[in-house]
């Protein structure tokens, strides 16, 4: 029976505390719905993690700051977290304001609706003017694991650098916020879009002994767990992904059944049963 109420989101959060303490990697892939988070967990993951993107998509918008609010955000994580056992974990964007009171503000509100831990990134959203200042990156990680730490039970604060997925492939900026975000109490690092074994183990050095997270599925990435693990990576998430691989599959049957009038795509479907009887489960 899945546990409800306060005391189960404190035992998730402790979970999803010492996943990160013990041995070994761990996939924290991102469900963007009830039904995928049921999905995931009956595979036999140990922890979530929300998508920005994903929820995006699904609710028929482009991903980006302005495209999901807040509340909207909580509101898809409450589904997922109820929907589940697993502690759950939130893409927090850049904590929905530029202020780091904003940022303390979202935590709060993060641990409040049950999740276990969220990310806040240091990209402004702003196209012309993509990623916080160094100084103000800082203060508002430093405001985020505060809000965190005031919480009765451990919320994993993971801080994100930028800089390589928005057009700024400057790595010694992005381990210069990564260092300063761990020495303000971040407790996981992450950069999207470390391309190369020789940059992931740079990173993992510098904030060591910090755990760091490596995001897979976008391009030019294509490392197995075992060799993410020898460079020392802690945590992998895969982001949009699995929304986009749902997709391309919707779009191949769509345009079979367009293109050739023929539906040869149920051959490789998930049988209705089996859909019926996973959620009969719960």
Known sequence: MKPSGENSFQARAEAFHALHQQAGIFVAPNPWDAGSAKVLETLGFKALATTSAGLAFALGKPDGHAAVGREETLQNARQIINATTLPVAADLENGFGDAPSACAETILLAATAGLAGGSIEDATGQPNDPIYPFELAVERVKAAVAAARSLPYPFVLT???????????????????LEAF????????????????????????????????????????????????????KRVSIGSSLVRAAYGAIFRAAEEILQQGTFTYTDTAKPYGDMNKLFEKY
């Open 159 to 177: 801080a994100r650098a930028e800089n390589l997925i928005y057009g700024r492939p400057d790595l010694r900026d992005t381990i210069k916020r």
């Open 182 to 233: 761990a020495d303000a109490g971040a407790d996981v690092l992450f950069a999207p879009g470390l391309k190369t074994p020789e940059e992931i183990t740079v990173v993992v050095k510098a904030v060591a002994p910090r755990p760091v997270n490596v995001i897979m599925g976008l391009s030019g990435g294509h490392f197995s767990l075992q060799q993410l693990e020898d460079l020392g990576v």
